[in-house]
């Protein structure tokens, strides 16, 4: 055990898939090491430190897979492909970062936890999902797959239909004594990846897993209240949060409390396809005991930390 200052780092998507690229391995791999900017800096100071990551593009081309192997190959649920690139996904986290330690010189472990996420098998939201997935079709495709195979789809702005899932609040993590022990002794550890693999408890106590999926942001923060990390570090595509974002009046924020970050909130300056999730994801951190929330790009993480870059969002 040592008493140094617990972080959470949740990487966005950018982190490991760019748009307009190829999703190939390769890239991941090299914008995996870019990524690691943004934890080296943490690492150097001493921080004990858990990492999540998003899924989102991995996830849709693992359903992809899915689909184009239909009749060919046994199909894989959701919640084991959520599982399968949270598996894949912390391979490479690992690994890159276990190299970028050694050439630094810094001795410290690496792992990869597969994470199973708690949820509540009565959520509201999975009596209407929203989580879009996968492919984009036409709608006579989409709706002939909903009769199918039991889907839900719904319009996807002007490019066509796609699968609806839902994406249930998390509420606990199994692993999360392990993770924090784990932490604590000073390892650094991948986990909650792609929001990690949901589950519900049954009536007896054990687990099972459902066909949806869970928010990376909102996962961070549980795991950040079930291992006592007082910073949750949120890396997105932009530096900083701003109110009336894209507008003429656009104004970034540079330092709000969690009453600002909820009037805001309820003001809707935060869509909830973008930048709702992660303001989400801080007031539930800093409700749950966390001292310090930071968003911000992964190129001004470093500077986060120290108060001169990004936004932080601290208790009333």
């Known amino acids: 055990m040592n008493s ?98 050694l050439h630094e010189g810094i001795d410290r472990a690496v792992s990869a936890i597969l994470t199973q996420v708690i949820v509540d098998r009565n959520d509201p939201d999975l009596a209407n999902p929203s989580k879009f997935i996968g492919q984009f079709y036409s709608q006579e495709d989409a709706q002939r797959f909903a009769a199918e195979r039991g889907w839900v789809v719904k319009p996807d702005g002007d490019r066509g239909w796609r699968r609806v899932v839902g994406s249930p609040t998390p509420k606990g993590i199994v692993e999360g004594p392990v993770i924090r022990a784990m932490v604590a002794g000073g390892a650094i550890v991948i986990a909650a990846g792609g929001g990690g693999i949901p589950v519900y408890i049954e009536t007896d106590g054990t687990l099972e ?89 992964i190129d001004r993480a470093g500077e986060a930390v120290d108060g001169n870059a990004g936004t932080t969002i601290v208790p009333d």
């Open 209 to 297: 897993g459902l066909d949806v999926v869970v928010d990376k942001d909102r996962a961070s923060a549980v795991l950040g209240r079930e291992i006592g990390a007082q910073t949750l570090i949120i890396l997105t595509e932009v530096d900083q949060v701003a109110l009336n974002y894209g507008k003429p009046n656009q104004r970034f924020l540079s330092r709000i409390t969690i009453s600002e970050a909820k009037q805001y909130y309820a003001e809707k300056h935060f869509p909830p396809g973008s930048m709702g999730p992660k303001i989400e994801a801080a007031i539930t951190f800093l409700e749950s005991g966390g001292e310090k929330v930071l968003i911000t790009s």
């Open 4 to 101: 140094h200052p617990t972080a959470v780092v949740a990487l966005g998507g950018n982190a490991i898939s760019r748009k307009g690229e190829a999703d190939t391995i390769a890239n991941q791999f090299r914008h995996t090491r870019e990524s690691l900017a943004a934890i080296i800096p943490l690492v150097k100071r001493g921080y004990n430190l858990a990492i999540s990551h998003g899924n989102g593009p991995q996830v849709g081309n693992a359903i992809l897979r899915v689909e184009l192997a239909r009749e060919k190959a046994p199909i894989l649920p959701l919640g084991v492909c959520v599982a399968d690139t949270e598996g894949g996904m912390g391979y490479m986290i690992a690994q890159s970062l276990q190299n970028r330690l």
